[in-house]
């Protein structure tokens, strides 16, 4: 993203260190979590070594990316949203995700004067689960689109 206007948006980012960019880049963070089972079967799977296969089950029991992210992004206290099509910020979009219940509002948050992004956990445990939260990043990409563009 050197040499681009940031405050243009727009930019879908991949990235595993929750805190490597400025809150002011982005507008959702999204945590993908996973059932230890299905998490040791899969690395196993791609031939891990047991110790990294160990590394990543701590990983997720103690959930340090989910929590990194929310020290990192997601200030809870006193949010206000932005950015809703009736301007009132009450809507409700349709975040809810494996372990994550809905999250009210549309846009990013506010604090202070500041706008923060959400941080969202959605589950990874099977096919229908990535089909479920691709299409509830789908939706929110139209929906940043429609209050952005």
Known sequence: MEGKNENNGGYIIDWHIPDLFPKA?????????????????????????????????????????????????????????????????DQEMDYEGGRQGKREGRGKKKKKGKRMPMVIELSNDSFEDMDEGVERIEKWIGEWVRNNC
Request: charged share 40%; aromatic share 8%.
């Open 25 to 89: 880049w982005l507008d959702l963070v999204i945590v993908l979590r996973v059932d230890n089972g299905i998490l040791w079967e899969r690395l196993n799977q791609r031939g891990y070594k047991d110790s990294k296969i160990q590394e990543n089950l701590d990983a997720e029991i103690m959930q340090i990316i989910l929590e990194d992210a929310k020290a990192a992004y997601d200030d809870d206290d006193d949010d206000e949203f932005d950015g809703d099509e009736d301007g009132g910020g």
